[in-house]
């Protein structure tokens, strides 16, 4: 074990114009990297976070899953890690993980988090979808719900997020 060393993840980070995120782009990239560790992915990956504004994520929610509205965060997968065509210490292709700042800003409020923990939290979320969980039905979303708890227990957080509900999702058919 004293000859493990950190994967090298790598994260390509790109904002809209105008728009900015309520966390560091360091804070993302580490956040992303503590859930890739904790999740055991043993090769590198490659995730693409984009910050949009409300109108743009509504475009790709419309085009991707013909959703005519926005949303928080929408999560397009590539490859998985566990992929047996990827080459033995190949990088995964992960895929993109997408999030509107200000639709969230609004969200954190009604759930009593603060702008940035819903984001921390919303960051999660699309990262676990990429890894292969989902919250279709009751059990796949307690599974989820618990293991994004567990999760941001180990992220810097403004305040301590006591229960994941993923009901903000699943509630008016988001993913």
């Given at each position: 074990?004293?000859?493990?060393?950190?994967?090298?993840?790598?994260?390509?980070?790109?904002?809209?114009?105008?728009?900015?995120?309520?966390?560091?782009?360091?804070?993302?990239?580490?956040?992303?990297?503590?859930?890739?560790?904790?999740?055991?992915?043993?090769?590198?990956?490659?995730?693409?976070?984009?910050?949009?504004?409300?109108?743009?994520?509504?475009?790709?929610?419309?085009?991707?899953?013909?959703?005519?509205?926005?949303?928080?965060?929408?999560?397009?997968?590539?490859?998985?890690?566990?992929?047996p065509d990827l080459a033995p210490g190949e990088p995964c292709e992960l895929g993109d993980i997408v999030l509107a700042p200000a639709y969230i800003a609004r969200q954190a409020a009604s759930f009593g988090t603060t702008e940035a923990d819903e984001f921390r939290l919303l960051l999660t979320h699309g990262l676990l979808h990429l890894l292969g969980y989902d919250h279709l039905d009751d059990e796949e979303a307690s599974a989820m719900e618990a293991r994004e708890e567990e999760l941001l227990a180990l992220m810097p957080c403004d305040r301590p997020i006591d229960h994941v509900i993923l009901t903000r999702h699943r509630e008016d058919g988001d993913a």
């Open positions: 074990m004293g000859s493990e060393r950190a994967l090298e993840h790598e994260f390509d980070l790109s904002f809209e114009e105008g728009v900015v995120a309520p966390v560091t782009e360091d804070e993302m990239c580490a956040d992303c990297s503590l859930v890739l560790e904790r999740e055991g992915v043993e090769r590198p990956c490659m995730v693409s976070i984009s910050v949009v504004s409300e109108e743009r994520i509504r475009a790709l929610n419309d085009a991707w899953r013909d959703v005519d509205r926005a949303t928080d965060v929408i999560s397009l997968e590539c490859e998985r890690p566990d992929d």
